[in-house]
Nanobody, 126 residues
Framework: QVQLVESGGGLVQAGGSLRLSCAASGGTFSSYAMAWFRQAPGKEREFVSVISRSGSTYYSDSVKVRFTISRDNAKNTVYLQMNSLKSEDTAVYYC????????????????????WGQGTQVSVSS
């Protein structure tokens, strides 16, 4: 059983930056693809970014260029560096993990993931 704990959320002005962290325990971290999703009030959970076991990354069009996902397998942690934040980035951000097997297309879907964190709130004021 994998446990995921997010941190790093908060309130920031538009144009600012935040770095989210997700610490994993209870599994072999390097064996999992790790993703970030977000959910704004009244909206469905949406894909933000994913990093595969091999380190390949993929981003949604809405965050491409502004956000960077990375992982540190020695620390069992995945990060999401968020720059040039916009008010529309306001949401609860969730970390998720899946061991696989999976196809690249499946990594964009929330239902693919086996484990989820509790979420961390990111609020961007305009």
């Amino acid at each position: 059983q994998v446990q995921l704990v997010e941190s790093g959320g908060g309130l920031v002005q538009a144009g600012g930056s935040l770095r989210l962290s997700c610490a994993a325990s209870g599994g072999t971290f390097s064996s999992y693809a790790m993703a970030w999703f977000r959910q704004a009030p009244g909206k469905e959970r949406e894909f933000v970014s994913v990093i595969s076991r091999s380190g390949s990354t993929y981003y949604s069009d809405s965050v491409k260029v502004r956000f960077t996902i990375s992982r540190d397998n020695a620390k069992n942690t995945v990060y999401l560096q968020m720059n040039s934040l916009k008010s529309e980035d306001t949401a609860v951000y969730y970390c998720a993990a899946v061991r696989g097997p999976y196809t690249p297309a499946q990594l964009l879907r929330a239902r693919t993931y086996d484990y989820w964190g509790q979420g961390t709130q990111v609020s961007v004021s305009s």
